[in-house]
Structure formats: structure tokens, C-alpha cells
């Protein structure tokens, strides 16, 4: 019998609001694999709930002993490991050309995004991680939640112009992995759903190729993300 797989997800203060773009490609993955998962509700401030795994972010998975951490290396992890179960990546170069837009993802997409939405995240999360969050943030962003949330607007403008090449390949093909979603789409698409769960800002307009794309992962795997409590309706 294999092995239950455990992930830890980060949750706000309601235990359903799951927000985290990094444990959203896993998630995604985990579903495209046809793995069942158990997912574990977990908050910044939890740290040792996740020692095993050897540092202090998520997504953390734990299949049987094995603690495993970082997106990229659970997606290979799970391509590898389980091999009967539909392909994350298709090939070898698929693997490598995945590499590289998840990296894209990490560094360009999620700053972008970031910059319009983490302004929103503070009254999502449970009171035991606001201090953490915002001292964490503003550090890293060298602002105020309250400067950054005052020039949203130039960020949304930033962001649909780092959008143009993903709006070009979109308007080809269905998919950023070609004709059905892979990991390649699974890496982009946390970042839309990071932004979905916890803000009520829309990121891209309603006749975006883009949009259609995000409506199109929401769909995927009998509708998964769309399922997602949302804190803007909650
Ligand atoms: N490169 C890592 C990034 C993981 C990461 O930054 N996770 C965030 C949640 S999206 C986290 O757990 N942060 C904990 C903290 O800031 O203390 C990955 O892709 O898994």
C-alpha cells in the first residue's frame, strides 16, 4: 500500500482560506498526478510543525518518513516517484523548459503580483501571524503596507506588462504547457490563485487571454481551485 501523503498548506485565520502560490503548484500537481492528499492547515509562526523538513516555508510534504520542501523539488520529486501517473512534464526538455518558467514565475511573477496584493493579506491571516508578516514584508519590500497599497495601481499597470509574453503564448495555445495544462502551468497559475484566495483586486481585465487561461485552471481537475474558499466571498 503507498504511502499517505501529507501537506502542509498555508491557512489564514480561517483554516479553509489556503493562500500560499508555492503550495498551490503543488496542490495542482498532486491533482494532475490523481494523488490524494491530505493537507494540513499551517501558519508562518508554526515553524516547528514543519522542523523535520529542515527550514521554515512551505509547501512541506511528508510521504512516510521522508520530508520534503521547495515547490520545484516536490513536483520532481512526485514525476520521479511516481511514474504510473500522468507526466508533469512530458520529456526531458519539457522538464528543463518547466524549470525555467517556474523560475520565471518565482522571481518575476510572484514580485509583480506581490506588489498588488500583499497589502490585502493582513486581514486574512490569524492574529498569531501578523507581526511576523508585516515586519517580514515590509523588510523584504523596504516600504509600508500602507505606501505599497497607495501605488496599486502602477503595480497592476507593472504587472499586465510583465504578463505580455504569457498573453502571447496564450493567444497560440490553450495551455503554457500546449494543448492540456502540465506543471509548467501549474507553476504560473499559483500565482493567480495566491491573488484570487486573498484579495479582492482583480489582476488581469475580463477580456485578458490570460483571464481565460486562469478560467480555464480553475476548471482543471474537476474544478479544484475553483472549489477554493476565497476571502473576498467569504
Ligand atoms: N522557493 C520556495 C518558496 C517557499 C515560500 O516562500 N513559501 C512561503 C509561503 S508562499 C512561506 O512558507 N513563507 C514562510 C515565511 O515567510 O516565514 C518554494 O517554491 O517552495
Known amino acids: 500500500m503507498s504511502d499517505t501523503i501529507r501537506l502542509f498548506d498555508l491557512a489564514g485565520a480561517d ?13 495542482m500537481a498532486l491533482a494532475h498526478k490523481g494523488l490524494p492528499v491530505e493537507t494540513v492547515a499551517w501558519r508562518f509562526t508554526e515553524k516547528d510543525a514543519i522542523a523535520p523538513s529542515g527550514q521554515g516555508k512551505v509547501p512541506v510534504l511528508v510521504v512516510g518518513d521522508l520530508w520534503l520542501h ?8 512526485l514525476e520521479d516517484h ?21 523560475q520565471w514565475a518565482s522571481e518575476v511573477l510572484h514580485a509583480a503580483v506581490a506588489r498588488v496584493v500583499v497589502p490585502d493579506i493582513p486581514a486574512a491571516l490569524h492574529a498569531k501571524d501578523r507581526d511576523y508578516f508585516r515586519t517580514t514584508r515590509e523588510a523584504a519590500f523596504g516600504r509600508s503596507f500602507e505606501s505599497l497599497a497607495a501605488e ?29 495544462p502540465a506543471y509548467a502551468d501549474h507553476a504560473v497559475f499559483g500565482a493567480f490563485q495566491w491573488a484570487r484566495v486573498i484579495s479582492p483586486h482583480a489582476l488581469t481585465a475580463a477580456d485578458d487571454p ?14 479544484l481551485a475553483r472549489s477554493a474558499r476565497c476571502v473576498a466571498a467569504a
Open 70 to 77: 521547495e515547490s520545484w523539488d516536490i513536483a520532481e520529486y
Open 152 to 180: 496599486r495601481e502602477p503595480a497592476r499597470e507593472d504587472l499586465r506588462r510583465t504578463l505580455a509574453p504569457l498573453r502571447s503564448v496564450l493567444l497560440k495555445q490553450p495551455y503554457v504547457a500546449g494543448a492540456a
Open 15 to 27: 483554516d479553509a482560506v489556503r493562500f500560499s502560490p508555492n503550495c498551490w503548484r503543488t496542490r
Open 210 to 223: 490570460v483571464t481565460a487561461w486562469v478560467e480555464r485552471m480553475l476548471d482543471a481537475y474537476g474544478g
Open 82 to 102: 511516481y511514474p504510473q501517473t500522468p507526466s508533469l512534464f512530458g520529456c526531458a526538455q519539457g522538464r528543463a523548459t518547466a524549470r525555467f518558467v517556474n
